[in-house]
């Protein structure tokens, strides 16, 4: 079984920062790539950025410039640096890892919360 933990949500106000972090554990060969989604009440879960192993990165157009994603394999961790944050960036941030080319796990998430 693999288990993903997330950490680093909360309250922040328009034009802040917060950092997520998500370390992955459990029966793991190899982590073909670790990202972020999002989902916003009443709104499907969207990408919100990935990174792969070879360091390639996708970002939703709408953070673009103001999140940034980063992996650190050794701890099999994924984190997302959010700047400049907009309430429309409130949000339940979720942490994925594909897994061995054949799966796609989740972590429960981490609410985010972008108001004055």
């Known amino acids: 079984q693999v288990q993903l933990v997330e950490s680093g949500g909360g309250l922040v106000q328009p034009g802040g920062s917060l950092t997520l972090s998500c370390v992955a554990s459990?029966?793991?060969?190899?982590?073909?790539?670790m990202g972020w989604f999002r989902q916003a009440p009443g709104k499907e879960r969207e990408l919100v950025a990935r990174?792969?192993?070879?360091?390639?990165?996708n970002y939703q157009d709408t953070v673009k410039g103001r999140f940034t994603i980063s992996r650190d394999g050794a701890k099999n961790a994924v984190y997302l640096q959010m700047n400049s944050l907009k309430p429309e960036d409130t949000a339940v941030y979720y942490c994925?890892?594909?897994?061995?080319?054949?799966?796609?796990?989740w972590g429960h998430g981490t609410q985010v919360t972008v108001s004055s």
């Open positions: 990174m792969a192993n070879g360091g390639g990165t």
């Open positions: 459990g029966s793991i060969s190899s982590i073909n790539a």
């Open positions: 994925y890892a594909f897994i061995d080319y054949t799966r796609r796990y």
